[in-house]
C-alpha cells in the first residue's frame, strides 16, 4: 500500500512563507512526476505546481514566481517532495494536496494554509 504525507501548512502572515513536504511510502519505485493541488471550499481543485521525473516544472497561473516545487534527492528521503511558498496572499488560502504519480496518481490527504490579511 501507498502512503503520501503532507505536512508544514499552518497560519503565516501576507507576506510570509511556508514550505511543504510530501512524503511517500510503501510499496512503490520511485515517484515519476509530483503535483501539488489545491482546494477552497466550494471550487475545483486546481493545480499549483508540477515537477515530472526530467526536471521540467509547470506552475498556474496564480503563482507569479512566487512558488517553486523541487523534490529531495538525498539517498536517504528519495521520494520526499517540497514545495516553497513566498510572498503568500490571503487568496492562496486553502488545503494543499500532493499527489505523487507512478503508474496511478497517489494523494495525500491534504495539509491547510491559512493566510491572515
Known amino acids: 500500500q501507498v502512503q503520501v504525507l503532507e505536512s508544514g501548512g499552518g497560519l503565516v502572515q501576507t507576506g510570509g512563507s511556508l514550505r511543504l513536504s510530501c512524503v511517500v511510502s510503501?510499496?512503490?519505485?520511485?515517484?515519476?512526476?509530483w503535483d501539488w493541488y489545491r482546494q477552497v471550499p466550494g471550487r475545483q481543485r486546481e493545480l499549483v505546481a508540477r515537477?515530472?521525473?526530467?526536471?521540467?516544472?509547470?506552475?498556474?497561473d496564480f503563482v507569479k514566481g512566487r512558488f517553486t516545487i523541487s523534490r529531495d534527492r538525498s539517498r536517504d528521503r528519495p521520494r520526499t517532495a517540497y514545495l516553497q511558498m513566498n510572498d503568500l496572499e490571503p487568496e492562496d488560502t486553502a488545503v494543499y494536496y500532493c499527489?505523487?504519480?507512478?503508474?496511478?496518481?497517489?494523494w495525500g490527504q491534504g495539509t491547510q494554509v491559512t493566510v491572515s490579511s
Open positions: 515537477l515530472s521525473s526530467g526536471g521540467t516544472t509547470e506552475y498556474g
Open positions: 510503501g510499496k512503490i519505485v520511485g515517484v515519476s512526476v
Open positions: 499527489a505523487a504519480f507512478r503508474g496511478v496518481y497517489y
